[in-house]
């Protein structure tokens, strides 16, 4: 009933802890730039994994300009969000990288429509989110009292307990199918119910803030009902997004990773989820 159950949760649980230690060593004055390059790590994974979807298609691209640019997109965030007079270089470096893609395609035109649009997309599918993730990781304006990690592990939380809400109630009890001709496994069921554990998810960290003394984290009534809200339904926008390029790529997983399939498979539902929190507490809670 609940296919592949013992390597999700292997996967969790490697998943899970890698996070707690990553949180735990977030503000180390040395480990910080570690966390920053695994999560760089993690991106140009997930963009080889891309990559791969477009070969499996037919095409050509040069996956290791592609990958660099990525690394370098992602690292944009976390050095514009340890230093405040560079809170611009994220679009500037995101716009430089658009610059090379053509660059590198000047010398020779066959394709260039078609690989240009996929290199694009590229980044701006995977390594601008994730990019976003350092940037709430590493949000702390000196004008208000925040802990971003506080941030990412609202947003690793409710994003991920809703992919594991929708998965154990569509196993279970679910009957109609929400995306047949791409994840045939979903169901409106599930989705439901991942929607209602994300919402329970969110206002346990409303409580969390609220009556547990949790310094630099502050989620209120209306934030954590709206907030809840649009991450149980975009994080599932999210994983149904990253199927529909599997189907059409005609692959079951990203990946062959041990109890993991593939990084794109892990970070789908936050790759729509993390733009979510990032502009609220850059552009509207602070």
């Known amino acids: 009933m609940l296919k592949d159950l013992g390597r999700r ?3 969790s649980s490697v998943s899970v802890t890698a996070v707690i230690l990553l949180l735990k060593f977030a503000y180390h004055p040395i480990a910080q730039y570690g966390v920053a390059l695994i ?9 080889w994994e891309f990559d791969q979807f ?4 037919g095409g050509e691209m040069t996956p290791s300009t592609l990958i660099t640019l990525t690394a370098i997109v992602i690292l944009s965030f976390f050095t514009a969000a ?3 007079v560079l809170r611009s270089l994220p679009p500037i ?3 430089s990288s658009f610059l090379i893609l053509f660059a590198l395609h000047f010398r020779q035109k066959n394709g260039a429509v078609i690989d240009l649009s996929v290199a694009s997309f590229g980044l701006l599918y995977i390594a601008v989110p994730m990019g976003m993730v350092l940037g709430v990781l590493y949000f702390s304006p000196l004008w208000i009292r925040e802990d971003g990690r506080w941030w990412t592990a609202y947003l690793l939380v409710v994003t991920k307990i809703t992919d594991v809400g929708a998965y154990f109630a569509g196993g279970l009890w679910g009957k109609r199918k929400l995306a047949p001709q791409i994840s045939p496994g979903k169901t409106v069921e599930g989705a439901l119910f991942g929607l209602f554990c994300a919402l329970l998810a969110s206002f346990a960290f409303h409580l969390l803030s609220q009556y547990s003394g ?3 984290f502050q989620l209120g009534v209306g934030e954590w009902m709206v907030l809840g809200m649009l991450l149980g339904v975009i994080g599932q926008f999210g994983d149904l997004s ?6 059409d790529a005609n692959k079951k997983d990203s990946n062959s990773l041990p109890g993991l399939g593939g990084v794109l498979d892990a970070v789908d539902s936050l790759l729509f989820t993390a733009p979510i929190i990032y502009f609220y507490i850059q552009y509207i809670k602070s």
Do not use: D
């Open 39 to 47: 999560v760089a790590a993690l991106g140009a994974i997930a963009v």
């Open 214 to 216: 949790a310094q630099g």
């Open 9 to 11: 949760v292997v996967g």
């Open 93 to 95: 470096i995101f716009f």
């Open 82 to 84: 340890q230093f405040t």
């Open 242 to 247: 990253e199927s529909l390029l599997k189907r």
């Open 54 to 57: 477009f070969k499996a298609k």
